[in-house]
Structure formats: structure tokens, C-alpha cells
């Protein structure tokens, strides 16, 4: 393996899985585009000029491998089930109640990560990815530009549409983002369990406990919406790494 290519993916590789994490929707999907985006980048580490830095071709590699997996929907759930009930989204919510049960707290974790894709799903392509490029890898508005070969004029117009689109869906209905909205993780699994919907099976992130923390109620609401984005990965950097080698000394 190259030296300076496996130093650059293993000190970036939380911040890749991040991003390849939220945009392709699962963790399965996402070892795959990071292990596709590697493989690629050795095998065309010649055609690399220099012309830009390498985190920003890997970055680059990785999102167009992620391009593939990218989903839209046009209307949330919620917006789906409220409008053939012909009720609003408050109505909806006031018809459910729910009492805290410790057991569930994991199952809750997990519908929280389906909200997320939901609200990232209704977000179009080029703010998604400029939202995460900035929230996952914390790239500047240079190295974004670089990445998604737009001018720096046009990566601050997307990234400002982009999060404010998210602000918008997250501000009018999460309880996290604003304790006043109705939308609570807690009742979505009631209503689960009501209308006979299959409790998912889920990945633990480590993120959940954070939430509970008293700085999460301080932040501001983009600062809170970027820490929710923020995913912990399911392998570790160095299982991962070992495991692209073991490919690439067979290539």
C-alpha cells in the first residue's frame, strides 16, 4: 500500500465514514464506498499530478462512488401519513402517547438515524453534499470547490440552501433541535407498535448518551444539527485498514 495514501486514509478515515455513512444511508453501503474509493485511488495513484491536494482526490473518488447510492423523496413520511389522514402533523402527534420505557432507548437511537436520512433524503444532491463535505469533513469553502469542481461562489449558495433547508425541516417538528416541537423519538415507536410496522434492528451509536448532555441544549440550532450528523463508525480504523491490505496484496 502506499505509505502517504494509507497515512491520509487512516487519519481521515472517522471523518470519511461520516460522510459516506450519511449519504449512502447505511453501514454496509458505506464500508463498500470507502473500501471502492481506496482500491480506486491505488490503483490510480500514477494519474495523480499534484495539481490538488490527495485528501481532497480521495474525498473526491468517495463521493462519486457515494453518488449511486444517493435516494430523494419529496415529501417526509410524516408529511405522507398526515395528509392521508387528512390531519396535521400536530393532531398526529397529540393522538399518540407514550410511556418511557428504558428497554427502548436503543430502538429509539435508530429511528433517530432514519429521521436523519429522511430530512437528508428530501435535500437536493449538490446541498447534500456540500452540507456534508462541511459538517463531516469540515472542509473550507476552497477545498470544497475542489472537490465538487463548482467555483467558491456556488458552494456558498448550496451550502447556505442546503442548511437551511435542514433547519428548516428539523426546527419545525424536532424535539431535540426545539424541546417545544412535537415530534418525539418516543412516539414514533408507539406508533410503530400501533400500526403493526417492524421495530428495526440497530446499530448502537455512541452519539445517543451525548445528546443527553446539557451543552447539546446550548448550541445553536446549525450547531445542533451538525453534531446529529455526526456518526461513529462500525469498524475500527485499524480492522479496516488491515482489511485493505489484504485485498491489495492480492490485486
Excluded at 462541511?134 to 449558495?157: F, Q, Y
Excluded at 451509536?205 to 461513529?232: D, R
Aim: charged share 30%.
Amino acid at each position: 500500500m502506499n505509505t502517504e495514501l494509507e497515512e491520509l486514509f487512516q487519519n481521515k478515515y472517522h471523518l470519511l465514514y461520516a460522510c459516506a455513512y450519511r449519504m449512502t444511508g447505511n453501514h454496509h453501503n458505506a464500508e463498500d464506498v470507502l473500501q471502492n474509493a481506496y482500491l480506486k485511488a491505488y490503483k490510480n495513484l500514477h494519474k495523480f499530478e499534484g495539481k490538488s491536494h490527495m485528501y481532497t482526490w480521495l474525498y473526491r473518488i468517495v463521493i462519486n462512488e457515494s453518488h449511486r447510492f444517493f435516494e430523494t423523496i419529496d415529501k417526509l413520511p410524516l408529511q405522507r401519513i398526515t395528509e392521508y389522514r387528512g390531519i396535521s402533523e400536530a393532531e398526529f402527534f397529540e393522538s399518540l402517547s407514550y410511556e418511557p420505557d428504558f428497554n427502548d432507548n436503543i430502538i429509539i437511537e435508530e429511528m433517530r438515524e432514519k429521521c436523519l436520512q429522511a430530512f437528508l433524503k428530501c435535500v437536493p444532491k449538490n446541498q447534500r453534499v456540500c452540507f456534508l463535505l462541511k459538517t463531516c469533513l469540515n472542509l473550507k469553502i476552497k477545498e470544497i470547490a475542489e472537490v465538487m469542481g463548482i467555483s467558491e461562489s456556488n458552494v456558498k449558495i448550496t451550502l447556505y440552501r442546503g442548511r437551511q433547508k435542514l433547519k428548516e425541516l428539523l426546527q419545525a417538528r424536532c424535539n431535540l433541535i426545539d424541546p417545544e416541537k412535537p415530534c418525539e423519538c418516543y412516539l414514533w415507536v408507539r406508533y410503530m407498535r400501533d400500526n403493526n410496522i417492524e421495530i428495526p434492528v440497530i446499530h448502537y451509536q455512541q452519539k445517543a448518551e451525548e445528546l443527553k448532555k446539557e451543552y447539546f441544549k446550548n448550541m445553536s440550532i446549525l450547531k445542533k444539527i451538525g453534531y446529529m450528523y455526526n456518526v461513529e463508525p462500525r469498524s475500527t480504523k485499524e480492522e479496516f485498514v488491515r482489511q485493505l491490505k489484504e485485498i491489495v496484496d492480492i490485486l
